[in-house]
């Protein structure tokens, strides 16, 4: 059995802080120890190490959001900043790594739907757009994007409504899940 390099030990100790803060829901805490541990692995240029920081900033600024569920959010303005930073800290990870299209559809929808929960319409409809892009190849991820646009007001983005019958009709995997998720959203954020 070989031995783990100390990188690999480092990030898989700030991984295991992070999943205890997310245990725990205390998100200021959460957005701060997922900031701190993506600044300590960053430097390490390993690929191990980004991936682990793309790990810990996405779960982070995801958990941050507040489109998850329709009671009334409860993350600050500077919450949501740093749950954006760590989102973009994310994206830019998945890019040094190469990650698929998937995942960068994944880092764009949520960098977006953070510009949405801050009230950035302008920012959020072009992610969304980005997304959409990049979920090219996912007709369910592709529908899920399509929605956050019409949340988020995008006058060219097709009818909520059509995009969640779409969903309703689809018999891919997750479907269900992602119309009511896109149902809450519009709860929380709202058509424009």
């Not at 949405?116 to 979920?135: V, W």
């Not at 956050?148 to 060219?156: H, L, M, Q, V």
């Not at 009511?180 to 424009?192: D, H, N, R």
């Amino acid at each position: 059995m070989s031995e783990a390099a100390p990188d690999d030990d480092v990030a898989h100790r700030l991984e295991q802080s992070v999943k205890a803060a997310r245990r725990a829901g205390d998100i200021p805490a959460l957005l701060a120890l997922a900031t701190e541990a993506v600044a300590t692995l960053d430097p390490i240029a390993a690929p191990a190490a980004w991936n682990a920081a793309r790990r810990i900033a996405y779960n982070a600024a995801a958990d941050a959001w507040p489109g998850w569920d329709r009671a009334p959010p409860t993350c600050t303005t500077a919450e949501l900043q740093s749950a954006r930073s760590l989102a973009a800290m994310s994206r830019r990870m998945a890019e040094r790594l190469g990650r698929d299209p998937l995942q960068m559809g994944n880092a764009a929808w949520l960098t977006a739907a953070l510009d949405l929960a801050l009230g950035d319409r302008p920012s959020a409809i072009a992610g969304f757009r980005e997304a959409e892009a990049l979920f090219s190849h996912a007709p369910e991820m592709t529908l899920l994007a399509t929605g956050y646009r019409a949340i988020a007001g995008d006058p060219e983005a097709q009818a909520l409504e059509a995009t969640c019958a779409a969903l309703a009709a689809s018999d891919r995997p997750h479907a269900d899940e992602l119309r009511e998720q896109l149902l809450v959203a519009q709860v929380v954020f709202g058509s424009k």
